[in-house]
């Protein structure tokens, strides 16, 4: 999502965030929780924060979701098969071996006010399994943690990051399968929703560069194909899904969709692409500067094909009850997990791929 730190710029004094905080905490609860039931179709899950982006982590039943509008810092586990949820902290010990550390060397761990974006996960050649989580400070970067599984719950540890020009904004995240990343990016110095943007790639051995410029949009969601050749890449302000190489960015494919947000790969190779149904910024600054356990924003979830880059809605829904403004899905099993950019709460809906669904 672009509303956090393009159009609002949400640079909070530390004293401002925790009035905020304190008063939300005092007035959510009554709201939120009260309204916190299943309907028309939708289960909410109350109690986290602006959860703008979400990844499932393999072989397990938990989720992982960053807390865009949480000046704490706190990414989120939650647990599909009871419905409970925990926040991280990963830096209580945070000592990860200087000869280990990935990323840039000069990187560090960010201070405790701070704030996730979005995320993917990662699996080195070693076969561990990491996440990777864009954090918006003073300079952006790309945070990298490890994921520690036990039975019967997931820890992170932190292992480096990667710091982007001071000039820049990232919004989403996606992994290579040969090791770095891909990410939107553009410029702190220009607001609004239609500005030149770009895709940028990350590898240790050759660092930081442009994969593909655009004069005009806004880059949000971006996922990579399994053999990490082709990217599939949402200029939200124009409405589309582009699908490109990676080697030399060359445009092969677009699919119209309405305000694309974030993507998600389905079991079955099918991209999930997310949009908040909007007509004004208005709206948007609404659902942030709300204190209602809810973003009441429509929205939609289209499945996009990526061979043929065909499209086909399997949800929609106008956010006035329960549930609005989603910015990601993601499949688990028969499910499909909502996150948003505001609002106090994840959700869930059934996941059918072989027919139209709409909720009203």
């Known amino acids: 999502m672009f509303i956090f730190w393009d159009l609002t710029y949400f640079r909070w004094k530390r004293i401002d965030c925790k009035i905020t905080l304190f008063a939300i905490a005092l007035i959510l609860p009554i709201q939120a929780f009260s309204a916190c039931e299943a309907k028309n179709g939708i289960q909410p899950y109350c109690g986290i924060s602006a959860p703008e982006d979400i990844v499932h982590v393999p072989g397990t039943q938990f989720l992982i979701a960053s807390q865009l509008l949480d000046k704490s810092g706190a990414l989120i586990l939650f647990d599909t098969k009871t419905g409970e949820h925990k926040r991280f902290t990963p830096f209580v010990n945070a000592g990860y071996p200087p000869d280990r550390q990935k990323g840039d060397k000069t ?61 820049i904004i990232l919004n989403d995240v996606a992994a290579l399968p040969q090791g770095g990343f891909v990410a939107t990016a553009s410029s702190r110095a220009v607001q609004g929703l239609n500005k030149p943007w770009q895709v940028i790639k990350w590898q240790k051995s050759s660092g930081t560069s442009v994969v593909m410029s655009f004069p005009t949009g806004y880059g949000n969601g971006i996922s990579a194909s399994a053999n990490g050749k082709l990217l599939f890449v949402n200029d939200m302000t124009n409405g589309k899904v582009i699908k490109a190489t990676l080697d ?18 389905t079991d079955g190779g099918q991209l999930l692409v997310t949009s908040v149904a909007i007509s004004t910024i208005d ?14 924003l429509p929205f939609l979830v289209t499945q996009l094909d990526p061979l043929t880059m065909t499209t086909k809605l399997l949800f929609s829904h106008d956010g006035k009850t329960v549930f609005g403004g989603a910015t990601v899905a993601v499949q688990l099993g028969d499910k499909i997990y909502l996150g948003a950019f505001a609002g106090n709460r994840m959700a869930s809906v059934l996941f059918d791929e072989n027919h139209d669904v709409t909720k009203k």
């Open 248 to 265: 030399q960015g060359e445009i092969l494919a677009e699919a119209n969709i309405v305000h694309p947000d974030n993507n998600s790969w």
């Open 283 to 296: 709206q948007i600054m609404k659902c942030i500067q709300s204190r209602e356990g809810h973003c009441n």
């Open 107 to 167: 990187c560090s761990i960010p201070p405790s006010d701070f704030s996730f974006h979005g995320i993917d996960l990662i699996r080195d050649t070693d076969g561990i399994l990491s996440l990777l989580a864009i954090y918006h400070g003073e300079q952006d970067s790309v945070q990298l943690f490890g994921i520690i599984q036990s039975y019967n719950s997931i820890d992170l540890q932190w292992q480096g990051c990667v710091s982007i020009a001071d000039n």
